[in-house]
């Protein structure tokens, strides 16, 4: 069992609809990061957080340390949202990867 | 500032060739990291640098690699001899100084494919 577990692995969904991407980890970390990578591109980093929640634009990322599990959200998703996300946390400079979320919107 | 800027972002050498590849980190951060990913193993880190001094090298796959920090803007990972296994997409990435856990910024990546 992976220390860092995402669901779904992809996700197809249409223009417009609710995305919710998960993240639960099995050990003690002191943040998470959400990260966006588009196909051939970079690695954007979208957030981190240690507790709570955060926001920037359509996108909403909460995270509960008593479950450990961490959500990223997406408001009225668009073809653009397209991408792998991926969320790492850790306690100091080591973060344990997820596999990544794939990620379509379809118009 | 325009961010964590890698180069090249993509080489194609033969195997048995050196690789070198560069990375300038944000101005002002004072860690840096290289991850490798692959689709088999995913990010994988493979050094971490703390004010250019190397904390951990334990990701580091052989002898053949190498990486530096000569001062704070500039960080090199060389890949000597290079091996087709080596293909892999590397990035570089940075963050400022905390304690802890700190958000961390990525360059777009080298592409390295070994023929």
């Known amino acids: 069992k992976n220390e860092v577990e995402q669901s779904p692995q992809n996700l197809t969904a249409q223009e417009g609809e609710f995305i919710t991407i998960n993240c639960s980890y099995s050990v003690g970390i002191s943040a998470l990061h959400w990260l966006q990578q588009h196909p051939g591109g970079g690695i954007v980093s979208l957030f981190m957080l240690s507790s709570g929640k955060k926001k920037h634009g359509r996108l909403i990322a909460t995270i509960n340390i008593q479950e450990k599990h961490s959500s990223l959200h997406i408001t009225a998703s668009h073809p653009r949202d397209s991408a792998v996300y991926i969320c790492a946390g850790g306690s100091n400079y080591q973060l344990i990867w997820g596999a990544g979320t794939k990620l379509i919107i379809k118009p | 500032d325009a961010g964590v800027i890698q180069s090249p972002r993509h080489e194609v050498t033969e195997m048995g060739q050196e690789v070198t590849l560069r990375c300038k980190p944000i101005s002002g951060h004072n860690s840096l990291f290289w991850y490798r990913q692959t689709m088999m193993r995913g990010l994988e880190l493979l050094i971490y640098?703390?004010?250019?001094?190397?904390?951990?090298d334990s990701g580091m796959p052989e002898d053949r690699f190498s990486a530096k920090m000569p001062n704070a803007s500039f960080s090199t990972l060389k890949i000597q001899p290079s091996e087709p296994r080596d293909s892999a997409v590397y990035f570089c990435?940075?963050?400022?100084?905390?304690?802890?856990?700190?958000?961390?910024?990525f360059g777009q990546g080298t592409r390295l494919t070994v023929v």
């Open positions: 640098f703390n004010n250019n001094v190397p904390i951990d």
């Open positions: 990435a940075s963050s400022w100084p905390g304690q802890g856990l700190t958000e961390a910024f």
